[in-house]
């Protein structure tokens, strides 16, 4: 009898690495222009309208101060370091948008990786942050969080 072979095989069953996951990177980024963004969050329909509308959110992980200088009305603004204890917040949208302050934000991109890490769906990166937005001829409010959007 060969004790040869299943030695190998438990060798190479130990040697396999335990938990596959793949962790998150840059590539993982869906990144997207103001414009397909805009249509993203005021909702369309659904694949032929038969799961109703798809319902989408601005997240600013931005602190306070760069929040009330300026952000995307509406948006939600959840500080990157409050996400573990209020991401249930974003819980019910369907499409996520987070956005930074200009390009390769890696604020935004770190709040977009964290979002995908605790398995949200369908999470986008806003190409070129704030500075695409205004570039792109949209406005910005300024001040404190509405009630909506506070932490």
Known sequence: MN?????????????????????????????VDPAEAVVLVE????LLGLAGTMTGVWVDPRGDRAYREGHIPGAIH????????QQQ?????????VYGTSVKDDLAAGMSKRLLELRFKDVRTLRGGLRAWTRAGFELETGDPGPDSQP
């Open 3 to 31: 004790t040869g072979l299943p030695m190998i095989l438990l060798a190479a069953l130990l040697a396999m690495p335990v938990g596959c996951t793949r962790s998150i990177s840059d590539r993982d980024l869906n990144l």
């Open 43 to 46: 909702g369309r329909k659904k």
């Open 78 to 85: 959840l500080p990157f370091q409050e996400l573990a204890v």
């Open 89 to 97: 917040r974003l819980r019910g949208y369907d499409v996520l948008i």
